[in-house]
């Protein structure tokens, strides 16, 4: 069985993700989800709350999401993650040339610490290729509309988050 991790901070996750994962299926038999704690990013969501956003992002899949998909989250060095769950694929996404350099580098290094693991970069869907989700935050932060970017759900979390925010600045 041929088993993929697509790591990433997915602060929120957006239908860009959404769409990777989809592809994936056409690559691997199984794909964990593996949300990063990332604290050096200063994530805007808890790393709890991120997993949850992704796990019920994967119940509205169309395919058997539960036995294609699954989530998990990680602390440790990425290649370590994946020994742990015996995958010897990487899955991450390429939305423009700006992304290639940090990706580059991490795949370079991640195959330093381990050559048996190789990573598979995916395009999303030119519909959602341009989402980040930096980008999201700073719309939904300056009061924009982001439903076309992340479920509904999501979107009013965001709302509300930034309003917590600010009260506990002011
Ligand atoms: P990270 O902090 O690891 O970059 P992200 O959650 O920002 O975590 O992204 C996880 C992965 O998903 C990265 O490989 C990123 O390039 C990819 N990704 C994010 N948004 C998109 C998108 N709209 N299209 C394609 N790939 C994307």
Known sequence: MRIGVYPGTFDPITYGHMDIIHRAAGIVD???????????KDPL????E???FVQQGLKRTHF???????RQTFQSLLTHFCHSVQAKIIIRGLRAISDFEYEFQMTGMNARLDPGIDTVFLMASEKYQFISSRFVKEISLLGGDVTSFV???????LQQQFKKK???KS
């Not at 199984?30 to 050096?40: D, E, F, L, P, T």
């Not at 969501?45 to 709890?48: A, W």
């Not at 479920?151 to 979390?157: G, K, V």
């Open 45 to 48: 969501f808890s790393l709890s």
């Open 64 to 70: 058997n999401a539960l036995y294609f998909a699954c």
């Open 151 to 157: 479920s509904p759900r999501i979107a009013t979390l």
């Open 166 to 168: 600010s009260l506990l």
């Open 30 to 40: 199984k794909i964990i989800v593996a949300v990063a704690a990332n604290a050096g």
């Open 50 to 52: 991120r997993e949850k």
